[in-house]
RNA sequence: GGCCCCGUAGCUCAGCUGGAUAGAGCAACUGACUUCUAAUCAGUAGGUCGCACGUUCGAAUCGUGCCGGGGUCACCA
């Protein structure tokens, strides 16, 4: 029971009989009313003015005096300039909330046999994960939960970057400078373990660096300098270099790398241990996070992968090679460049990769759509990956979709690992629980709960706050973070959510039950047909946060229905109304808005307490 | 420079498949707790929707051009 289809279904009969003109479903726009004017549900009727020729004031009034005539469910109407207004009857609204009430699948969208693949958070094995990683994580979990409810059969997956020159140069610098330590005897998470050695191997290089540029460096500087440009620049341009051709670090990380790509087994080895070590780190923060995956695609089993295709698409003249034998793909006509997609030497790059995992995965789920959630950074890569595949004639080339956010930068700039101004994820997410915990000392409750509840409860506040200050903001849009917004607990936010849903479990604490079982003529306030108007939009909200890639869509209806339920709970009573029957339809209201808050939050990965 | 994204209240953001007088939250100020949880509610104040043209009954929303900010254009990932 859906009241905008009934309301179309009913306006489309009107309209045919009234004007003897069939209206466009298109045409059929119904939206709920704004609050300052009188009516549940608005019909525009601006799109019938030219066709019916006639003034939308005419139009309006006509439609609405033989829908309140004919109708059994519209009591009412207003008509102000081309918008006409409707009121509907206490019995259809009742009838709405019980049908809501008793479906215990509200929302969840019936099966389209469709799969989706999410790919998301994706860390390197070399550090520790950061505020950057987390909007990835809450983004990919929650499009996940929304891709579920819209009826879609889901696949999470992530592809984790465990190879390559960086964690070489942490694999090194343990070697050197660790002296067998490990993270248990040291007592360190494992991923931070790993991420300090990587940092010590920067520092090492800078030292390193900073030597050679006051001996050998000074002629390479002369010589090769452009004009003008003074040393600090030079030697900041020549970095790379430096690393590939003179360094002694830089040497021994890329033979280390050379050996792994061998199968050196002492090297494997070390490179199992710690990357091992890293697992475990994430593992716990994610655990901490409450996400997970289905499938995990290493680097290390897929970097050589896609080479076939790329050697197939030559043949096809898909792709053309160059002299030194590299291949490439001419996307000039498309409005992009000349990417390369196999190197001079035989090997894969990125773009190969994700040729080859996209295929790979493709002949492994069948999957219908794929999502990839990665930084705006990278939307030119993800133009071309879909671009080549369809020159490849891969079928679901169309149905890829780069879910691309933005950076998050902090109100002191942008975050650099190189400069040691990276949130961490761990310190965070105990930061964030932690001014859960000291906001609910400073007002003194839960105090008769025992420290695990408290401590579930100070989880769920804390890093509901967290997921809802990041979610709430479109993706596309970069972010500044503020640590103290971040952890507010009013307004806008998760803990006001939170709040709503505490409230209602409260009053069923204090007696209040429910029953499908109230009569139906109850007359409803405003509020409480407002309520029943937000609760109704909540499977059309999945649909629109589905079809844009959006949880800030799920965001804000959540925070509006909370809203609309403290205003409603601060003017009505709920035991205590003046009626039975107006109490029973009140629980059931409220029981109502209390599941669908849980649900609703739930496709954000946010918990509800029943305390706070 | 080419291509892409962003620009709405002091701050953070909704609204953008054209629809009513552009909305929230925060911050500021005022008020509401012997009452179902005040992590709440109500009120006041706050706007050249970056600028200019155009499209039409109607533009924050669509188009074109500019201005400002960012990203990207590696045999890195």
Not at 215 to 226: I, R
């Amino acid at each position: 029971m859906d009241i905008k289809n009934i309301l179309a279904e009913e306006i489309t009969a009107a309209v045919k009989s009234v004007f003897d003109h069939k209206l466009d479903p298109k045409h059929a726009l119904i939206s709920p009313t704004k609050k300052e004017f009188e009516g549940a549900y608005t019909f525009v009727v601006f799109p019938l003015v030219k066709v019916l020729r006639n003034s939308p004031e005419n139009i309006a009034n006509q439609l609405g005096e033989y829908l309140v005539e004919n109708s059994e469910h519209i009591t009412a109407f207003n008509v102000i300039k081309g918008f006409l207004n409707l009121s509907l009857d206490n019995k259809l609204w009742n009838a709405i909330l019980k049908s809501i009430l008793e479906n215990k699948d509200f929302g969840q969208h019936p099966s389209n046999d469709k799969t989706i693949v999410v790919e998301y958070s994706s860390p390197n094995t070399n550090k520790p994960l950061h505020l950057g990683h987390l909007r990835n994580i809450f983004l990919g979990w929650s499009i996940s939960k929304i891709a579920k409810a819209a009826g879609y059969k889901v696949v999470k997956t992530k592809v984790v970057n465990d190879r390559g020159i960086a964690i070489c140069k942490s694999m090194l610098s343990w070697q050197k400078f660790a002296e067998g330590v490990t993270p248990e005897s040291s007592k360190t998470k494992g991923d931070h373990f790993v991420g300090d050695y990587y940092v010590k191997f920067e520092q090492a290089f800078r030292e390193e660096y900073t030597n050679w540029q006051n001996n050998e460096g000074e002629a390479v500087f002369k010589s090769n300098a452009k004009d003008g440009e003074d040393a600090a620049a030079f030697y900041k341009r020549y970095k790379n270099t430096y690393f590939n051709e003179h360094s002694q670090l830089g040497g021994e990380a890329r033979k280390m790398l050379l050996d792994w790509e061998s199968g050196e087994p002492n090297t494997i080895a070390l490179w199992k241990k710690m990357n091992g070590w890293v697992y475990d780190g994430f593992n716990k923060t994610y655990g901490a996070l409450g996400v997970d995956f289905n499938d995990i695609v290493y680097e290390s089993d897929t970097y050589l992968l896609g080479k076939e295709y790329v050697l197939q698409g030559l043949k096809d003249n898909v792709f053309y090679q160059k002299p030194d034998n590299s291949i490439w793909v001419d996307l000039e006509e498309e409005g992009m460049d000349q990417k390369i997609v196999l190197r001079s030497d035989g090997t894969s790059v990125y773009i190969t990769q994700d040729i080859g995992t996209a295929k790979v995965r493709h002949d492994k789920f069948s999957f219908d759509n794929m999502v990839y959630v990665v930084a705006d950074e990278q939307d030119y890569h993800f133009q071309v990956l879909k671009q080549v595949l369809k020159k490849l004639g891969e079928p679901y080339a169309d149905n890829l979709f780069h879910l691309s956010y933005g950076m998050v930068e902090l109100t002191t700039g942008k975050m650099k690992s190189r400069e040691g101004t990276v949130v961490d994820a761990d310190d965070l997410i105990e930061e964030v629980k932690q001014m859960a915990r000291t906001s609910a000392d400073e007002r003194g409750g839960l105090s008769e709960l025992s420290e695990e509840e408290r401590q579930s409860i100070f989880e769920k506040i804390g890093l509901g706050a967290l997921k809802y200050y990041i979610l709430k903001i479109n993706p596309r849009k970069w972010m500044t973070f503020n640590p103290e917004d971040s952890v507010d607990m009013q307004g806008a936010t998760a803990p006001y959510i939170q709040n709503a849903f505490v409230r209602i479990q409260s009053i069923f604490r204090k007696g209040g039950e429910v029953s499908t079982d109230w009569n139906r003529e109850v007359a409803l306030s405003n509020q409480e047909k407002e309520l029943i108007v937000l609760l109704s939009s909540f499977p059309e909200e999945i649909s629109e946060a589905m079809q844009k890639y959006d949880p800030s869509v799920i965001a804000t209806y959540t925070f509006n229905l909370a809203k609309a339920y403290h205003k409603f709970y601060h003017d009505h009573r709920i035991l205590g109304a003046e009626d039975p029957s107006v109490k029973q339809m009140r629980l059931a209201l409220s029981k109502t808005v209390a599941n669908i808050i849980e649900k609703s939050s739930d496709l954000l990965g946010i918990g509800m307490p029943n305390y706070m």
